[in-house]
């Protein structure tokens, strides 16, 4: 008896190995939007409950110190997607921040994204939820390496019907779907409009869940983009009333029980040992909207500026057959690693043809070494860059609030943060090394003097 049970054990873990080594991982990213650095459980909020995220971080890998691309939504989601700061791709402005419906452009078709790069390599690659990255035919999902697409393709704010419910603000505060035109779309077609924003996490859920199980005897990529918890803020009506941090901790929770789901379904199939499952936000917590925005945390500030608030956020990354569990690190990481790093897991090599800012973090987040090959990080509002962190140490050469009608204001001798001992950037010490100073202003010239940006595309309207 005890033999057989010996040797089931050994078969057990050679089909385990024999099944690794025959398919690369599956890659699921999960994508917040305005989610802030401090709204789960797991990063300190007293209120808001989040269990799936917490036990997915604590059987995987949780970053305090993870960074969006950008700290608005296109921008960041060019990053995310080409691994390449938004400038380089013509993806951010400094007269239009985001695309908007009336907008003629998007990403171009030569930027090398991450469905691309796996869809080579066989993946089934399918992006689910909000794109913003262009929503014309040439720039939607399925124009940029995506076999399919279901999703509003920009902000959920947007298309606002001017006729319908309360003017300005007050329509945010009290939200109904009918105040919004926003398309869904499948593929490239719009299938309901108003889309029933109620029900758009849950049906965004069952979609990852569906192709999860269609998909599980090869390789897949999913990118799980949520329009929420981005303002107007919706939920089910199972998830009303449920949280203590009200309206928007109904919705987070919401966030959370999909993230439980979407794990789940990776169980249920098997494919636990196969699959690296990525949480993180677009950038940070909307504070103008007040209780309908997220928290920071101890971070200084929000969407929409370089500092903290606006761009480190929530990172989390679990796949029990590759990434230890229980680790929690302070070392630097971000978006704009996902694609070198899904190319390495997936046996590919990242374009060679043009400058990438993305790192692979595989030999790091599989616990090779404790080290993350990211040592620097650049802060850019729209084209140019207002921060720099290396290290501990933070440089801010211009800052702005993120959205209030004052110009931006430059500082020379940049502020300088030592984001270990002041995450909060309350006490400027560069006076005190100006060593420090010295190389972070080197660091960011020659970051600037790098990036040759093509024209935006944000600023292609069509304005009537
Ligand atoms: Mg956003």
Known sequence: ????????????????????????????????????????????????????????????MRFTDFYCGASVCTPSRAALMT?????????????????????????????????????????????????HLGHLPQYLPTSHGFDTYFGIPYSNDMDRLAAKGPKGRAAFLEPRVEYWNCPLMRGTEVVERPAEQTTITRRYTEEAVKFIKQDKDRPFFIYLAHNLPHVPLFRHKEFEGRSLRGLYGDVIEEIDWSVGQVLEAIREQGLEKDTVVWFTSDNGPWLIFNDHGGSAGPLFEGKGCSWEGGQR????????????????????????????????????????????????????????????????????????????????????????????????????????????????????????????????????????????????????????
Not at 98 to 104: D, G, R
Request: proline fraction near 8%; include cysteine; charge should be positive.
């Open 1 to 60: 008896m005890r033999k057989s049970i010996v040797l089931l054990t050994v078969a057990a873990s050679f089909a385990a190995v024999a099944s690794a080594a025959d398919r690369p991982p599956n890659i699921v990213i999960i994508f917040a939007d305005d989610m802030g650095y401090g709204d789960l459980g797991c990063y300190g909020h007293p209120s808001i409950r989040t269990p799936n995220l917490d036990r997915m971080a604590s059987q995987g």
């Open 313 to 464: 956020v929530p990172g989390i990354a679990w796949g029990p057959g590759r990434i230890p569990a229980g680790r929690i690190t302070s070392e630097l990481a971000s978006t704009l690693d996902f694609l070198p790093t899904a190319a390495a897991l997936a046996g590919a090599k990242p374009p060679t043809d043009r400058t990438l800012d993305g790192y692979d973090l595989t030999a790091f987040i599989t616990g090779k070494t404790d080290k993350s090959p990211r040592d620097r990080f650049f802060y850019y509002r729209d084209e140019a860059i207002y921060a720099v962190r290396q290290g501990p140490y933070k440089a801010h050469f211009t800052t702005r609030s993120a959205y209030g009608p004052d110009k931006p204001v430059k500082h020379d001798p940049p502020l300088l943060f030592h984001l270990g001992v002041d995450p909060g950037e309350k006490w400027n010490v560069a006076s005190q090394h100006p060593d420090v100073v010295e190389r972070l202003i080197k660091l960011a010239g020659e970051q600037d003097a790098g990036l040759k940006a093509p024209p935006s595309q944000l600023e292609n309207e069509n304005i009537k």
């Open 83 to 131: 691994g390449r700061y938004a400038p380089r791709c013509g993806m951010a402005s400094d007269k239009r921040r985001v695309l908007f419906p009336t907008s003629k452009g998007g990403l171009q078709a030569d930027e090398v994204t991450i469905a691309e790069i796996l869809k080579k390599q066989g993946y089934a690659t399918h992006a689910i939820g909000k794109w």
